[in-house]
């Protein structure tokens, strides 16, 4: 596709129930990210993987979270036992090194927790 | 580690008057520069970059900012601003090679007919 899709665009679940995120970024990008924006705020960055290396999970913020990226392409966030703080904008990007690293962003996809 | 500050949650300016959006920075090494604008209810797209060579940079929209090196600052600015800049603003900062970057926390820019 021309740009970072992600699906679904929304999400409402209950409390408890397990997410998944998907990310198919843009052809050929080496680098993927995933971050969590809540109301409009700041961007909460989440994990990041880069070509075949480990990906730097540091800002996932619970051992609930977890994202895999597989055959270097799409990726899957996904949250387990889902809470309300939860809810927020969840955004996928990638970059290409080409490109002198600007990143492409995703519409996001709006999670709500009831 | 590399952080990025934007000291300012919120900027008001004057249609018509030139604004200024304040973003520094600390980062090992050459720093990689980055600012994206969050239209409401829209994706954040690139509006422009440092990499290196002239500290004045040029991007979309009439934007552009400067790379203060001594000051580790890279202020995103436009002279004339119109109703439709208003917008959040984030500013992001990478070491070279195959590391993460980081943003900044925003800023809402708010353009006063």
């Known amino acids: 596709g021309a740009g970072v899709s992600q699906s679904p665009s929304n999400k409402v679940t209950e409390k408890g129930k397990d997410v998944e995120l998907r990310c198919d970024p843009i052809?050929?990008?080496?680098?993927l990210y995933w971050y969590r924006q809540s109301l409009g705020q700041g961007l909460e960055f989440l994990i990041y993987f880069q070509g075949n290396s480990a990906p730097d999970k540091s800002g996932l913020p619970s051992d609930r979270f977890s994202a895999e990226r597989t055959g270097g392409s799409v990726s899957t966030l996904t949250i387990q036992r889902t809470q309300q703080e939860d809810s927020a904008v969840y955004l996928c990007a990638s970059s290409s090194n080409r490109g002198r690293d600007i990143q492409y962003f995703g519409a996001g996809t709006r999670l709500s927790v009831l | 580690a590399q952080s990025v500050a934007q000291p300012e949650d919120q900027v008001n300016v004057a249609e018509g008057n030139p604004l200024t959006v304040k973003c520094t920075y600390s980062?090992?090494?050459?720093?990689?520069l980055f600012w994206y604008v969050q239209y409401p209810n829209r994706g954040l797209q690139f509006l422009l970059k440092y990499i290196t060579g002239d500290n004045l940079v040029k991007g979309s929209y009439g934007f552009e900012a400067e790379f203060n090196k001594s000051q580790t600052s890279f202020h995103l600015k436009k002279p004339s601003a119109l109703v439709s800049d208003s917008a959040l603003y984030f500013c992001?900062?990478?070491?070279?090679?195959?590391?993460?970057?980081?943003f900044g926390t925003g800023t809402k820019l708010q353009v006063i007919p």
């Open positions: 052809s050929g990008h080496t680098a």
């Open positions: 992001a900062v990478k070491p070279g090679g195959y590391q993460k970057v980081t």
């Open positions: 980062v090992s090494g050459n720093p990689y």
